[in-house]
């Protein structure tokens, strides 16, 4: 049931936001700080979850096969691969670390 | 702001400066397939956190927009509380609110319609659109490019999560790993200047130095703080120095005198 709650609140959040950009008179939210903030705001979320989700098991830090795996994709953004083959080679390095039992 | 300008008064842009439509369609397709099929990673990866086949389509279905769904799949796999789940996800979509701003004096559309393209307001329907040189091109970027990525975003997060209950344990197949990957091809190319890869240092150094002690869910949203204090700060000395020009400059008044 929390699932589902979170779900709904999610969804609902997410659909109100993307009205409200094209509702609201353009200018609105054109102050300068508004716009660097909104801009920022996604940089901060994504590389602490980024981060999260490479090195935590629950409320640990491990370094496991992820991190092999996620530095893959670094190197496949840094050669410009396109998004799929970056999610590609992070899922199969990790697989490879493991299957070698790391 | 210059592309919108660009958009209605640069001179040249009639029927010989018109891109044709199947050019915009192509653009558009082609931005749709590669993203749309990326909906198997996120099924794959809601389904290997544990959420059922329902939970995962209603994601993709209601919420539609990746990194949002990613972010809620991941805190409630931590087992994080469902409303901080939910605010982690929901500031992530923020950003969304500032591609509809400029989305609507490109597109033009109805108050009617509105409500109905909000839903498609997202990273890739922007970045199509937005490169679009007349308004009609706009709103067929827009059109195909939102098309073409919900119905395959939410075909294939079906497919992954009905594949993911067929393959059983998706850790062994290194999975888990496609989360963070995507997290990180959508953070990359934002990292463009200082300012932005300090937030992204600081708050990765946030979000893995609070974990063990917050509860999940909580040090993401903690490590969303930086955005705030690192522009706080960056005011602060511009502030400064703008402060330290305005003494000199009535210090270089007063010895005038």
Do not use: H
Request: aromatic fraction near 6%; glycine fraction near 12%.
């Amino acid at each position: 049931m929390s699932v589902w709650i979170a779900i709904g609140v999610t969804a609902v959040g997410c659909y109100a936001v993307k009205l409200l950009g094209l509702l609201v008179p353009a200018g609105a939210l054109e102050r300068p700080l508004v716009r660097r903030l909104a801009a920022l705001l996604p940089v901060a979320l994504l590389a602490a979850l980024t981060a999260q989700q490479t090195f935590a098991d629950g409320q640990e830090l491990v370094l496991d096969a992820r991190a092999a795996g996620v530095a893959a994709a670094a190197v496949a953004l840094l050669l410009r691969a396109p998004f799929l083959l970056v999610v590609a080679a992070a899922v199969v390095v990790t697989a490879g670390v493991r299957a070698m039992g790391g | 702001m210059t592309e919108q300008t660009a958009l209605s008064d640069a001179p040249g842009i009639g029927d010989t400066g018109a891109k044709p439509d199947a050019a915009v369609v192509r653009d558009a397709l082609g931005v749709g397939v590669a993203v749309g099929l990326s909906g198997f990673a996120f099924g794959v990866t809601s389904a290997g956190s544990g959420l059922t086949l329902a939970q995962t389509c209603a994601l993709s279905l209601l919420v539609f927009t990746g990194a949002s769904q990613f972010a809620l799949v991941g805190a409630l796999a931590a087992g994080g509380n469902p409303l901080t789940a939910a605010a982690g996800a929901f500031f992530l979509g923020v950003r969304n609110a500032f591609y509809g701003l400029r989305l609507s004096q490109l597109l033009a559309l109805p108050r009617a319609v509105r409500p109905f393209a909000a839903q498609w307001v997202i990273d890739e329907t922007t970045a199509v659109a937005l490169a679009q040189p007349t308004r009609r091109a706009v709103r067929l970027g827009f059109t195909v490019t939102g098309l073409t990525l919900y119905v395959l975003w939410n075909l294939t997060t079906l497919l992954g999560a009905v594949g993911a209950e067929a393959i059983g344990d998706t850790d062994a197949w290194g999975l888990d790993a496609a989360g963070p990957a995507v997290f990180l091809a959508l953070l990359a190319p934002m990292l463009k200047n200082t300012t932005e890869r300090v937030v992204a240092a600081l708050a990765v150094l946030l979000g893995l130095g609070l974990l063990p002690v917050l509860p999940a869910g909580v040090p993401v949203l903690v490590a969303a703080l930086a955005a705030p204090l690192v522009l706080w700060a960056r005011g602060r000395r511009a502030r400064g120095a703008e402060d330290d020009g305005a003494l000199r400059g009535a210090v270089e008044r007063e010895d005038g005198r």
